[in-house]
Nanobody, 126 residues
Framework: QVQLVESGGGLVQPGGSLRLSCAASGITLDSYIIAWFRQAPGKEREFVGG????????YYADSVKGRFTISRDDAKSTVYLQMNSLKPEDTAVYYC???????????????????WGQGTQVTVSS
């Protein structure tokens, strides 16, 4: 059974940093791209970024480009989302996701992913 478990969320002041983790089990992580999404209250779930199987390329939404970095450690079956220069508008529940089948194409739509974690809350506030 595939499981994705996010951790690392919390309360941080504007301008601060957090690192989220997505621990995977039940899949051979190095065969899958992993994406991060977020959902703020009353808003649709939106794409944050994704990382290819090899980690050789990453893709980010314009709203986080230059501030967020995705990396992976397949030996630990974990993908990370490093978030710097956080803004209040980054406040949301953050989710990691994986597709049903092995793929090396990062897509920005939620329909491209079949496995989701439970989410971790990130709150940016002074």
């Amino acid at each position: 059974q595939v499981q994705l478990v996010e951790s690392g969320g919390g309360l941080v002041q504007p301008g601060g940093s957090l690192r989220l983790s997505c621990a995977a089990s039940g899949i051979t992580l190095d065969s899958y791209i992993i994406a991060w999404f977020r959902q703020a209250p009353g808003k649709e779930r939106e794409f944050v970024g994704g990382i290819s199987r090899s980690g050789g390329y990453t893709y980010y939404a314009d709203s986080v480009k230059g501030r967020f970095t995705i990396s992976r450690d397949d030996a630990k079956s974990t993908v990370y989302l490093q978030m710097n220069s956080l803004k209040p508008e980054d406040t949301a529940v953050y989710y990691c996701a994986a597709p049903l089948y092995s793929s090396d194409v990062v897509v920005a739509g939620t329909s491209g992913y079949d496995y989701w974690g439970q989410g971790t809350q990130v709150t940016v506030s002074s």
